[in-house]
């Protein structure tokens, strides 16, 4: 039997012995060293920290909350695999109750998909449990990314190319645009935290993103199908260029902003404009349709450039030229 929040109050509830309410399982001595090491990370960065704390609007009972200067934090502990639906479920519950939540696991980069839907951090796995406590530093092995400024045409981790993360287009734009990279150099905590109880130093780790989220100076920012945590200080730039919204990040149900339905010669600069306004030049030329991303007979765009049978093609003197050649 548990006890959970009624309608009239609190009742005892009978649950099916065969799946155990999960707030009442057994906890791992990991999950109770990391629940402990958050639990103490944010109350000495000025944090009111309480635990396995009820709340009402969430019917949930998280690891750890914290109330800090910009909200509440929830923070839950995950050693064992959980299925993606579960980890959403009580993501969007705690979300209910106002709190930000960041998922805390020891399990390794390759072996935490099911954490990718919800803002999580990823420490490495230690032989011993005491270790949690007593280790100075838990680098952060996935979970968090930093940014650093390039000119267009620089090669993204995120999308794998050199495409325009702005116009997705192959031709650079010219403009300078944040990339993410993992070059510690990248991320200055003289700018963005400097009365950091817990300073990155050369590698980021988990009390100085505690610190930094409780805070707000972290921010959860979803990229295709992994949300994860990057410095407030870049979320507006790249939010800009990239789409997307700390609301949409945590709520784990942002579009995938390359998916739209529409076609990519009516898309200029990460903003969808209405066909009569796209093309300010040659907008009557039929585009030839044999490559994307054209479609034959609509009207050419910007992007059209980028087909070698379109008569705005950026090469087309050159082929002229090779032609007169031969």
Request: proline share 7%.
């Amino acid at each position: 039997m548990t006890l959970v929040e009624g309608p009239y109050g609190a009742i005892f509830r009978h649950e099916d012995g065969r799946s155990p309410h999960p707030e009442h399982e057994p906890e791992s001595d990991t999950h109770k060293a990391l629940k402990e090491r958050k639990a103490r990370t944010w109350q000495s960065v000025g944090g009111t920290v309480e635990v396995e704390v009820w709340r009402p609007r969430a019917r949930r009972r998280p690891d750890v909350v914290a109330a800090g200067p910009v909200g509440t934090v929830a923070g839950e502990v995950q050693h064992s695999v959980a299925t993606r639906q579960t980890i959403q479920s009580r993501q969007k519950a705690l979300r209910k109750a106002g709190d930000r939540v960041v998922w805390t696991t020891d399990r390794g980069a390759g072996d935490i998909t099911f954490l990718h839907p919800v803002p999580h951090l990823s420490v490495p796995a230690l032989s011993d449990h005491r270790l949690y406590l007593s280790e100075t530093r838990l680098e952060i092995g996935a979970g968090a990314i930093t940014f650093e400024t390039q000119r267009c045409g620089w090669a993204d981790l995120w999308t794998g190319t050199s495409r325009c993360p702005v116009t997705r287009r192959a031709v650079p734009c010219g403009s300078l645009h944040q990339y993410p990279t993992f070059n510690p150099h990248s991320y200055s905590r003289e700018k963005v935290a400097t009365t950091a109880v817990y300073p990155c130093g050369s590698r980021l780790h988990l009390d100085h993103l505690l610190e930094g989220i409780l805070h707000g100076s972290w921010l959860p920012y979803k990229n295709r199908d992994r949300i994860a945590w990057i410095p407030a200080a870049a979320h507006e730039d790249v939010a800009t260029e990239r789409g997307g919204t700390v609301e949409l990040a945590e709520s784990g149900i942002a579009a995938r902003r390359d998916r739209t339905t529409e076609r990519a010669c009516e898309r200029r600069a990460g903003a969808v404009v209405a066909q009569a306004e796209a093309p300010e030049v040659e907008n009557l030329t039929p585009c030839c349709g044999e490559k994307r991303p054209g479609r034959a007979g609509q009207p050419l765009a910007l992007a059209c450039n980028l087909c070698r049978n379109s008569p705005t093609y950026y090469r087309r003197n050159e082929l002229d030229r090779e032609a007169a050649q031969d």
